[in-house]
């Protein structure tokens, strides 16, 4: 709470005695009703609740990142609905209660925050904004050159020191800040690439949609670097866009 400025204290009559001051009213805040109102989000989150999301501190996360700065601005009033939208060049921003899943997964019951973690699929960087309220360091990776750039400029006004943009092939990983306590991927290929595994830290946890079943469905997987070797675990099916190699 701000504190209020200080007025010289009013000359009371005489002899007067200072009388105790009843408390002031609480300030009240006006509750907007617009996206930029907090309610807005809360109700969002509330609904994350109700769906299973359990982790106080990716409902916090979750009530921070204003995901209506992150979309079109024709799209923003169903910014707070469970939706993927559009984001350009074919790629969507996940569903809320996906983003919060993933990022509960990641935490993995934790009461700490997350070490380094990677992101592979920027995309425009609602997640990159939701993780770093949960990580000491999150480093980004996008393959597509107009979605970095999207990503740079919504995440410029938040002002997140700890976030890394990076442009490239993620299925390469990203060596120069590894190893990683979390890899989450946005993009689901054949398999989990090498490279992140090599790139998980020992005790660290990868979640990533990868193909799965002979439907052809996608899975969310679970990795964790265990001392006895990795630890796979097939959760729901998803879905994700394509994981692509190389960049463009
Ligand atoms: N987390 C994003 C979701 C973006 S969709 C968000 O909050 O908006 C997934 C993204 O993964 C797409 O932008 C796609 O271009 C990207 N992608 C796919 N394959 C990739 C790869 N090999 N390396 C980096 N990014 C990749």
Redesign the pocket.
């Known amino acids: 709470m701000k504190e209020r400025p200080s007025f010289p204290a009013r000359v009371q009559g005489l002899g007067a005695q200072p009388k105790a001051r009843p408390a002031p009213p609480p300030i009240e805040t006006p509750q907007g009703i617009g996206l930029d109102s907090g309610a807005v989000r809360q109700r969002m989150v509330d609904k994350l609740a109700t769906l299973g999301v359990r982790d106080a501190a990716v409902l916090q996360a979750m009530a921070f990142v204003e995901r209506h700065r ?1 979309v079109d601005s024709a799209l923003a009033n169903q910014a707070y609905e469970d939706t993927s939208l559009p ?1 350009g ?1 074919g ?4 569903k809320p209660s996906v ?1 919060a899943r993933m990022a509960e997964l990641l935490r993995n019951g934790g009461s700490a925050k997350l070490g380094r973690v990677l ?10 904004a939701v993780l770093s309220q949960l990580a000491s360091e999150v480093y980004s ?4 050159r107009g ?1 970095h750039d999207k990503a740079r400029a919504n995440l410029r006004a938040l002002f997140l020191p700890n976030v890394h943009l990076l442009f ?4 390469l990983g990203f060596p120069q800040g590894a190893p990683y306590a979390g890899i989450i991927a ?2 689901g290929g054949e398999a989990i690439p090498p490279a992140w595994l090599e790139q998980l830290a020992p005790g660290g946890r990868l979640v990533a949609p990868v193909a799965g079943n002979a439907a052809g469905e996608q899975v969310l997987m679970v990795v964790d670097k265990t001392p006895q070797g990795l630890r796979q675990t097939v959760l729901e099916a998803v879905h ?6 190389g960049s463009a």
Do not use: H, N, W
């Open positions: 992150f984001i060049l790629q969507t921003i996940s983003v992101e592979i699929g920027t995309g425009c960087g609602y997640q990159a990776i996008e393959r597509l979605l490239g092939d993620g299925m946005a993009a994700f866009v394509p994981l692509k190699s």
